[in-house]
């Protein structure tokens, strides 16, 4: 059993995602970097879908009634603290958490982080998953004083990373969208030539970004059809709000284009202050792109290896430069 | 009616028979909706009927683009649509009008020159059909209103509509599964429990392609249904 001490407001438990809900009106939701969510719970020894804590700005502190192993996909400063003394927490890696003793995740430097445990973390299963979707209080919230409960697992021995998937660094890549004639030939220029500063409201629903306003032919307001994470709309004031995954299931803005399903975990890493462009791509490129992000996942997974050492921290990111991670400006 | 596809992403398709709040529209949705569900594509995580369209949700590794476009537009073609629009029984949802549980039905009536009994009457007179849900987990957007009773939203959007209101704005009726901010028109409150987790097969009360006919109850017999629906 975990307690949680403190939470930040942006964490919270996710999961794959409560798919098969949206013709009633049901978020998608789900981890916003579903292959860091992979990549936690594979070194915690969990199956990729398991629940675990999703991070921004922060985490939580919390302690665990038993031994337990965890393990952070992400970049962190953390540590434990226990009545031998305190010692770092190092990501990519799992580490042993003993009765009684404290995991403080004081900061969370790439975005978004994800805190898995061996066996799982089993809050509220509801709709067949359990991802925290706030509105309707689905799944379990990360407060202070909620128990959660671990599955089975804290047996499961230390495993580290081999080999980190790459997430790219040139621009979000995207195809236009199911409204792209309702925007100026200019806007439609401006959109793919200008930088976007993602803006103070940013949460898991959407980002609003800042940058030149985008003008529309004939108005902003369509007959609301359905939406998706990814979908870029803009309503009237010209300002591009990406809708992310707790996005509602229909909208009525025009669509100017949707970012496509391999650039969607790095665009989960977008902070306030994010730089961000967009490149326009075909349907075809994007297929593409998809086989090769779930290829890159899947080597990583394989490359998972008993942790038998230290890391070397420094072979690993140079293997990959994940810069690129946190400002996808270049 | 012309039909187009949309790419909605690399993941989704979007099947849209027009641009307008259409009842025709929503009727062929539907017709659509059921072929491709009846197909049972693997690789399809969700099918969204609104309005005017019909998103399909699915994994572009698993089902291959080609072969949905063409399963979408098989099942746009069912000419048939309107001519077999489901004749479905429809689900009697009981509401408290007005007073408290309706703050607007008094300003409604005056806006459409009518007594609050014929607000009431004429909404209880139609069949509702839910045109699509959205918004909020479990929020139907009703079609099927008399024509007078098309009004704009409210000038000033309320910061808090309690659950259960039942609501007009847009030509469309509507009831707030959870508390929210809202600019519709609040007539009146339902007692009947519209989203259950729990029920993982129907979690939401209304679904879309469903008929609803509105019955008027008066304050003791919400207090009474609340009450037994809690213990039920």
């Known amino acids: ?330 | 009616m012309n039909q187009h596809l949309r790419e909605l992403g690399d993941g989704a398709l979007t099947l849209e028979f027009g641009e307008r709040i259409d009842p025709d529209a929503n009727a062929r949705v539907m017709a659509a909706r059921d072929a491709l569900q009846a197909l049972g594509l693997d690789g399809v995580t969700d099918l969204v009927p609104t309005w005017r369209s019909l998103t399909v949700h699915f994994d572009p590794l698993r089902l291959s683009h080609e072969a949905l476009r063409r399963a979408l537009l098989q099942a746009a073609a069912q000419e048939s649509a309107l001519a077999t629009r489901r004749s479905v029984a429809p689900t009697v949802v009981p509401v408290c009008f007005g007073g408290e549980f309706g703050p607007d039905l008094a300003e409604v009536a005056a806006t459409t020159g009518r007594s609050e009994g014929e607000v009431v009457a004429a909404l209880c007179a139609v069949d509702l059909r839910v045109a699509l849900i959205g918004f909020l987990p479990g929020f139907p957007y009703l079609g099927g209103l008399p024509d007078w009773l098309d009004l704009p939203r409210r000038a000033t959007p309320r910061t808090t509509v309690p659950a259960n209101s039942f609501a007009i704005a847009g030509g469309q009726a509507a009831i707030y599964p959870w508390q929210s901010p809202g600019g519709w028109h609040l007539l009146g409150r339902t007692p009947l429990r519209l989203f259950d987790p729990d029920n993982a097969e129907r979690p939401a009360r209304f679904a879309p392609g469903d008929v609803l006919r509105i019955e008027a109850i008066a304050p003791d017999e919400f207090e009474s249904l609340r009450q037994h629906l809690r213990h039920a």
């Open chain 1, 1 to 330: 059993m975990l307690e949680i001490l403190a939470c930040p407001f942006p964490a919270s438990l996710q999961d794959a995602g409560r798919p098969g809900y949206r013709h009633l009106g049901v978020p998608l939701s789900g981890a916003l970097d579903p292959e860091w969510l992979a990549l936690a719970n594979a070194l915690a020894g969990n199956a990729a879908d398991a629940a675990a804590i999703e991070m921004r700005l922060a985490g939580p502190r919390l302690t665990s009634g038993t031994d337990a192993l965890f393990a952070i996909a992400g970049e962190i400063d953390a540590r434990i603290v226990g009545a031998a003394g305190t010692r770092a927490v190092a990501p990519w890696r799992s580490q042993r958490l003993h009765a009684g003793e404290e995991l403080r995740i004081d900061a969370v430097k790439s975005g978004v982080a994800y805190l898995a445990f061996a066996g799982g973390i089993e809050g509220r299963r509801e709709l067949g998953s359990r991802s925290r979707y706030e509105r309707a209080d689905l799944g379990s919230p990360c407060l202070p004083g909620v128990a959660l409960k671990v599955g089975a697992g804290a047996t499961a021995i230390p495993r580290r990373l081999g080999l980190l998937p790459a997430q790219g660094d040139g621009p979000i890549r995207v195809i236009p969208g199911p409204q792209h004639e309702r925007f100026s030939d200019a806007a439609w220029h401006s959109f793919l030539s200008s930088e976007f500063v993602v803006g103070r409201e940013a949460d898991r629903m959407g980002l609003r970004l800042d940058g030149p306003r985008l003008e529309h032919v004939g108005g902003a307001d369509i007959v609301s059809d359905a939406v998706t994470p990814g979908a870029i709309q803009v309503p009237g004031d010209g300002r591009p709000i990406v809708l992310l995954a707790d996005c509602q299931t229909v909208g009525g803005y025009a669509k100017i284009a949707t970012v496509i399903g391999a650039d969607l975990p790095r665009l989960g890493h977008a902070l306030p202050g994010t730089r961000l462009r967009f490149a326009a791509v075909t349907l075809a490129a994007a297929l593409t792109a998809r086989q090769e992000a779930a290829l890159a996942l899947a080597a990583s997974l394989d490359a998972i290896v008993p942790d038998t050492a230290e890391p070397d921290l420094a072979a690993l990111y140079g293997a990959n430069l994940i810069d690129g991670v946190i400002d996808a400006t270049h």
